[in-house]
């Protein structure tokens, strides 16, 4: 059997611990890329796993956001959300909340309440898609998929979820604006995965969870580092020494870039200066909306 070529590696650096929202966990990725994205990637944060006592578990205040979708998925846990659409609803583990925020939305998230009450383990992520300029101010929207919609592909020793773009000949549920990818991998011990995607898709891969190795056993891949290849033509291998103890468990991604200027303040992402003091101004005059208060 022939071997294929192999997409060469560009970047491979370790993420950086940190906190959000009310003060909860997080490895940063992407942001410490060179310009601070993977073009149409923004923002990649692993919300790292936690298992909180009764009372302890935070979530986060209500915020906004114009100009971009984020891609929320839970490992473990449930988390709950609400936004000034009148929209709410319950991520449990597996499910991917896929949020346009496009002209503007206002939301917050939280541990489910018996989480809150009882205590309980949360793991997941938050990534950040940027919008092309023409679609930077469509209408909000949200894509609920549960996990028993999202398909798997297993191999000998690995697994791969499809969250969206293609693998293996199975499509992802999530509509995305752009061409993108967002794989869920996992590899055993003494096993390895090919990915195929199109040579001029900016990919990277971040690990959650366990080690492995890129391309060839000789070049390690260390829980909480990120990895990225250049655009070109090559598959990409992820694999596990058999020597080890864990599975390497982590999201992959890939998307044709923007090649969009970028400018970005917080919760917005637009194209110029401009359009960002324009989302403040919004959102102070309360053009973005609020979350309603709950009655009962």
Not at 87 to 93: H, T
Not at 101 to 121: C, K, S, Y
Not at 140 to 167: C, F, K, M, N, W
């Amino acid at each position: 059997m022939t071997e294929p070529t192999l997409r060469p590696i560009d970047h491979q650096l370790d993420t950086v611990a940190s906190f959000e929202g009310n003060g909860f966990a997080v490895r940063k990725g992407l942001q410490r890329l060179p310009g601070g994205q993977l073009d149409p990637f923004l923002h990649l944060d692993e919300l790292v796993r936690t298992t909180h006592a009764p009372g302890e578990a935070l979530g986060t205040s209500d915020h906004p956001h114009r100009g971009f979708e984020t891609v929320t998925q839970l490992i473990e846990g449930a988390f709950v959300h609400r936004d000034s659409l009148g929209n709410g609803g319950r991520i449990d583990a597996g499910d991917v909340q896929w949020m346009t925020a496009g002209d503007g939305i206002v939301h917050r998230e939280e541990p489910a309440p018996e989480i809150v009450e009882h205590g309980g383990t949360v793991w997941g992520y938050q990534l950040w898609v940027n919008l092309p300029r023409a679609q930077k101010r469509v209408p909000a929207r949200y894509q609920s998929v549960t996990r028993d919609q999202i398909p798997e592909v297993r191999g000998d020793g690995t697994l791969v979820r499809v969250v969206a773009g293609e693998h293996a000949g199975l499509r992802g549920p999530a509509v995305t604006r752009t061409p993108v990818g967002v794989l869920w991998v996992e590899v055993e011990p003494g096993r390895y995965v090919d990915l195929d995607v199109p040579a001029e898709h900016n990919t990277g891969f971040q690990v959650f969870a366990g080690g492995g190795w890129i391309a060839t056993p000789d070049r390690s891949l260390d829980d909480g580092q990120v990895v990225t290849w250049r655009r070109a033509a090559g598959t990409i291998r992820l694999g596990v020494p058999s020597t080890a103890s864990a599975p390497l468990r982590g999201l992959f991604l890939s998307g044709l870039p923007l090649g969009e200027p970028v400018a970005r303040y917080g919760p917005f992402v637009m194209n110029t200066r401009a359009e960002l003091v324009e989302a403040v101004e919004d959102t102070q005059a309360g053009r973005l909306g609020r979350i309603p208060a709950e009655i009962g």
